[in-house]
């Protein structure tokens, strides 16, 4: 993250401002109210000042008392009107400073959302959800928060003070001059503040979210910290980290509250002298008391703010810290490849495209349906419909998962992946997806090089399985159909039916409709395979990838399953992760690999006399070690 992006507090505000551009009219709105409400609020002092020169008049017998009483009379009168503009007009700022405040939060969580949604997998690696989820509710939280309170109150004290600026410099310049210091000073003794309080705050916020996100990965995984009886322990790292806050805090507010007791000091100093020179001018006969009257009342005003200005700074501060974690994800890199695959934006952020600092899928065209984004690149004829081409990969800077992988599958062909576990299946199909850019030579789907694909129309003629079924809460029919919400019921029974699931779908009080909880968690492990099957047949794509996909059912289960899969792959190219070998035992070719090398490529019958992977497997698999087999555990 470039530091120089942040080059002061304002500046982080000011793109707040900018990428909320939109809110202009609200933003409109409320700066109207503020300043009806502060010229309502001024001429209070000008009545009261009337009312208090009318009655020190009637005092020493200048004017007679039944004027005098009507005019003090109408003078409060004036006060009242005065007074209930300032209530009503302020309430109504307040109404569009809620209705401002809440939309700039839709559109920075929404922004944020889709940002996330077009980071690369591999910043998804290195982050833990419950923090990413932490982050963006704090940041946005005190952003809105900031601004609500500008909104409904302090700008309007800001446009009184200026107001009492110039008037005061009508009756009295040194009064201008001193309250003109106040200013620059406060704001020069915030700043000596800031850069501390950020840091700590920084602090501070980098515990809660870590606490925070193992906080979500605990509450997820629920069942793992009971069985091990790590409710205590996980509980002790919580409270450890948030405790941690408390000695950071108390350094913050120590530091902060120092630098208030001087800031106020200088204020009250100020004010000092303000309050001589009136009384003083007042007693010399330059000012009438009526004069006084005024000047004091509007040197009050004047004095809200820098009062309130602890308060405001405070929250400002937050919001900066806020927008700065905000903006810190917001410019992460993206891949344009996979911001075109979300160029279609949400409707309530409909400037998005044109936003500051956006993603950077900003600008691109938008449209309602991702997958007619871009035209349609059809396969070259003839091409093989995936080719790996000496491709070397590595998730982190280190030793490489694979090595020269190199293999091609044709249309229609099915292709078994076979191999050690960690040997680097998963990451083929990965790779495959386009989730990962390899580090050397090219993966070509269709003729084409996957990196010139849109990842839109790459993936949406790979449907896969994974290994760990990955399904959402909800619905079973909403899972199945997660790739096509618009399915008809029949498609995604006839899904179901091949995936083998029908029949224990309808066993549910709910059917189709039964929820299924957090990642499925209501379902048995076969289940959850057989629903994650069904969800990739109903996407009914050219390219099948099926990695384990069956690995948790029982024989029976998997033989139903795999006649479904059978009479699918039919007219379809495959690619197949499996460690049951029976499920591989048809397929046209399988690789084999070793330690992130291809060790063979070949048709079963001639790898099954090689000596290679799969002949170990295939001896391991007939003299009924099962238990080594069970993990592909014959490296050596
Ligand atoms: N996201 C990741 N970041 C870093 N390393 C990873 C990541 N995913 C996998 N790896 C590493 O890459 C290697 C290959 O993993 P991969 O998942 O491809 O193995 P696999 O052949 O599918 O194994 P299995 O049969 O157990 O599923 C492993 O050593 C693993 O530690
Ligand atoms: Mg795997």
Known sequence: MPECAYAGPVSSLLRIVRFTRSLAPLYTAVIVCSILTAVAALTVPFLIGNATDTVAGAVSGE?????????????????????????????????????MSNRMRTILSVRYYDKLLHLPQRWFDGEITGTIVARLNRSITEITNFAKMMSNSFASMLITTVAVLVISAWYAWPLTVLLLIVFPVYVWLTSLTSVKWQRLEGEKNEQVDIASGRFAEVVGQIR???????????????????????????????????????????LNLIFFGIYAIIFVRTVQGEFTLGEMVLLIQLMTMAKAPVESMSWVIDAAQRAI?????????????????????????????????????????????????????????EPVPGAPVVAFRGVDFAYEDGDDVLHDIDFRLERGEKIALVGESGGGKSTIVNLLLGLYEPRNGSIEVGGHPSSDLPLDQLRA??????????????????????????????????????????AFILRFPEGYEQVIGERGLKLSGGQRQRIAVARAILKDAPVLV??????????????????????LMADRTSLIIAHRLSTIAEVDRIVTLREGHIDEIGSPEQLASSGGIYAQLLDLQHSGDTRRLARYDITG
């Open 63 to 99: 004017t007679a008392a039944g004027t005098a009483v009507r005019t003090v009379l109408l003078l409060a009168a004036a006060v009242l009107v005065a007074e209930l503009i300032n209530t009503v007009v302020s309430n109504v700022g307040g109404w569009f400073g809620d209705v």
């Open 224 to 266: 793992v910290v009971k069985s091990f009886v790590r409710e205590r322990g996980e509980l002790e790292d919580f409270s450890r980290r948030f405790r941690s806050t408390d000695a950071t805090t108390r350094e913050q507010s120590s530091h902060w509250h120092r630098m208030d007791i001087i800031r106020r000091a200088f």
């Open 321 to 377: 810290a806020g927008s700065k974690d905000y903006f810190r994800v917001m410019e992460t890199p993206v891949d344009p490849r996979t911001a075109a695959v979300m160029a279609a934006r949400p409707a309530d952020a409909p400037d998005a495209g044109s936003a500051d600092g956006g993603s950077a899928a900003a600008g691109a065209t938008t449209a309602v349906e991702t997958l007619t984004t871009s035209a349609l690149i």
């Open 461 to 502: 003629r790979i449907g896969v399985v994974f290994q760990d079924a990955s399904l959402f809460s909800g619905t079973i029919r909403e899972n199945i159909a997660y790739g096509r919400p618009e399915a008809s019921d029949e498609k995604v029974l006839e899904a179901a039916r091949r995936a083998n699931a029908d």
């Open 546 to 567: 099926l990695d384990e996909a069956t690995s948790a059912l029982d024989t029976k289960a998997e033989i139903q399953v795999q006649k479904g899969l059978d009479e």
